[in-house]
């Protein structure tokens, strides 16, 4: 499975921005996409993730209601779409997939493949 995030950039807090996550590969279609985000000097946090096969969703606390996962299987894309920014939300911002056939978790450790991230920075 390799993964390539894309869409990041600086955005002011209260703002919008989507991130996109394209995944290509052998059996991806049983696989769960998560979100992950690592902030200046903090360690990595769970943001959210999708199990492809039945569309489940699962969110960290910090970003509940605020941003929604989603898919696109005509595009092989995994979207995060962030609402109400806040500079809190500065990190950068990586997607990553499980071996196929295992379920949703937050654990970044669960997660066997990586993309390489892309900067998402919220200006006050």
């Known amino acids: 499975v390799q993964l390539q995030a894309s869409g990041g950039g600086l955005v002011q807090a209260g703002d919008s921005l989507r991130v996109s996550c394209t995944v290509t590969?052998?059996?991806?279609?049983?696989?769960?996409i998560g979100w992950f985000r690592q902030g200046p000097d903090k360690e990595r946090e769970f943001v959210a993730t999708?199990?492809?096969?039945?569309?489940?969703?699962m969110y960290g606390e910090s970003v509940m209601g605020r941003f929604a996962i989603s898919r696109d299987e005509d595009k092989n894309t995994v979207s995060l779409q962030m609402n109400g920014l806040r500079p809190e939300d500065t990190a950068v911002y990586y997607c990553?997939?499980?071996?196929?056939?295992?379920?949703?978790?937050?654990?970044?450790?669960?997660?066997?493949?990586w993309g390489p991230g892309t900067q998402v920075t919220v200006s006050s």
């Open positions: 990553a997939a499980r071996k196929p056939r295992y379920g949703r978790s937050s654990d970044s450790s669960d997660y066997s493949y």
């Open positions: 590969g052998r059996a991806f279609g049983t696989s769960t």
């Open positions: 999708l199990h492809w096969l039945d569309g489940r969703t």
